[in-house]
């Protein structure tokens, strides 16, 4: 006996979709990671907190109690006399033009080297670039004694524009590494169809090339003015008045050979800490969408 099914009978009943998973309930490693993650982070902030609460504590009580003690008074003095006594507005002034000047020009010196390297196929491309990682890799203290005596035969010494130019080459030479590597993986079709519609070189670099690492070189100039702005001992060594120091300088000129004004430093610290802070919070946005941009090329 045979059966006839109809159209309707014989039509697959679909299946009901499965609900989602709930993002909360992905397991026990989940919740795991999240706690060692935050503690991770109040164990990073536990510095700040005590820099914090030194910063605003009077020298006397800070003798009696330590650094760990509560403040009996909320204590100013020390804000004042570090921003007195080391001329703070003028060192936040040095600071900023070297940092500045350091993210600009370490950038734009990047991005050309890179260009040259990762596009232009130079002859030996990876011992340059293996070059420029080795360079990146020297240790500063190797490097003091030569620069020192550099600045001083050609009467740098003591002037901005020797550490200007001191950490433009060191910060370009992790550029140039990072974008030479990015580079080597360019599209080729877009460099060809640009040569064909008639375009150089230096146009190909900034009407192609240059919209494409956007992302990545701001996330880099972040980089060079947060480690620029960071650097102590170039500074310390090539910059020895008093008007053309940076911030840390002037934050390790307040410690002596047998005495230290301690709530004076940690209020030097809070205040110091306060721009590269605020820089941080402007450039945030920019910082993860830049490495946002990257991890998905």
């Known amino acids: ?11 697959v009943t679909p299946r009901r979709p499965q609900p989602a998973r709930d993002r909360h309930h992905r397991g026990a490693s989940r919740w795991i990671v999240l706690v060692l993650v935050t503690l991770g982070a109040l164990a990073m902030l536990v510095p700040f907190v005590f820099m914090l609460l030194n910063a605003f504590k009077s020298p006397g009580d800070y003798s009696s109690g330590g650094p760990l003690s509560w403040p009996s008074e909320f204590y100013t003095k020390g804000l004042r006399n570090y921003w007195t006594q080391v001329d703070f507005p003028l060192k936040l002034w040095n600071s900023a033009l070297i940092a500045g000047s350091v993210a600009v020009l370490g950038v734009i010196v990047s991005l050309l080297n890179a260009y040259a390297l990762g596009i232009g196929r130079v002859r030996g491309r990876l011992w340059i670039v293996g070059l420029f990682l080795l360079a990146n890799m020297l240790p500063q203290e ?5 620069l020192y005596y550099v600045a001083k035969q050609i009467g740098l010494y003591n002037t901005q524009l020797s550490v200007i130019i001191i950490f433009t080459v060191i910060q370009s030479a992790f550029g140039t590494y990072l974008l030479a590597s990015v580079l080597g993986t360019f599209p080729r079709s877009l460099l060809e169809a640009a040569a064909l519609d008639g375009a150089g070189k230096w146009k190909i670099l900034w009407r192609v090339v240059f919209p494409n690492l956007r992302p990545t070189l701001a996330v880099l100039l972040i980089f060079f003015f947060i480690w620029t702005w960071n650097e102590f001992l170039i500074p310390l ?21 047998r005495l230290m004004d301690a709530p004076t430093t940690n209020a030097g610290a809070l205040i110091s800490l306060v721009p590269a802070i605020l820089f941080f919070l402007i450039f945030q946005r920019t910082l993860s969408r830049g490495i946002t941009a990257g991890a998905e090329k």
């Open 142 to 146: 190797s490097l003091i004694y030569p």
């Open 1 to 11: 006996m045979t059966v006839t099914l109809t159209p309707a009978e014989n039509a």
């Open 237 to 257: 060594v090539m910059l020895i008045d008093n008007s053309t120091q940076t911030i840390p300088v002037a934050l390790a000129s307040l410690q002596g050979d």
